[in-house]
């Protein structure tokens, strides 16, 4: 009977804690280029579009491209030149820091 017990709260507890991760995964800080696409062909000039999910208060993005920081960024790269460019965004918290929660980043070639 006792085993029987430790068991059955064995399976309850397992189930709580895989529930419990599921939640936080499902409630996690998630960031997403929309446009332009991974592999895409852009203009010189092109908008970027984006979504965060579950962030904190306080949290925003900021945009990267080629790894180098577009203070004061509008959503829109001009004259970027012709070639294979990686444009990232980070999650970054109240304070300007990386909040190490979620990042994306997409390869775009600048056509002719």
């Known amino acids: 009977m006792t085993r029987m017990i430790l ?9 709580t804690l895989l529930m ?10 998630t960031i997403n280029i929309l446009s332009p696409r991974d592999g ?6 092109f908008e970027i579009k984006y ?8 949290n925003h993005a ?12 509008k ?3 001009t004259h970027v030149p012709k070639g294979e460019h990686t444009i990232t965004v980070k ?9 190490g929660t979620a990042t994306h980043s997409v390869k775009v070639t600048v056509r002719e």
């Open 40 to 45: 895409e062909s852009v203009p010189e000039t």
């Open 51 to 58: 979504e965060i999910l579950h962030a904190p208060d306080g």
């Open 62 to 73: 900021h945009v990267y491209l080629d790894g180098a920081y577009q203070k004061g960024f």
């Open 20 to 29: 419990s991760s599921w939640c936080a995964a499902e409630n996690s800080t």
């Open 91 to 99: 999650i970054a918290d109240h304070d300007h820091k990386d909040a």
């Open 7 to 15: 068991s059955v709260c064995s399976l309850t507890l397992g189930a």
């Open 75 to 77: 959503g829109t790269f």
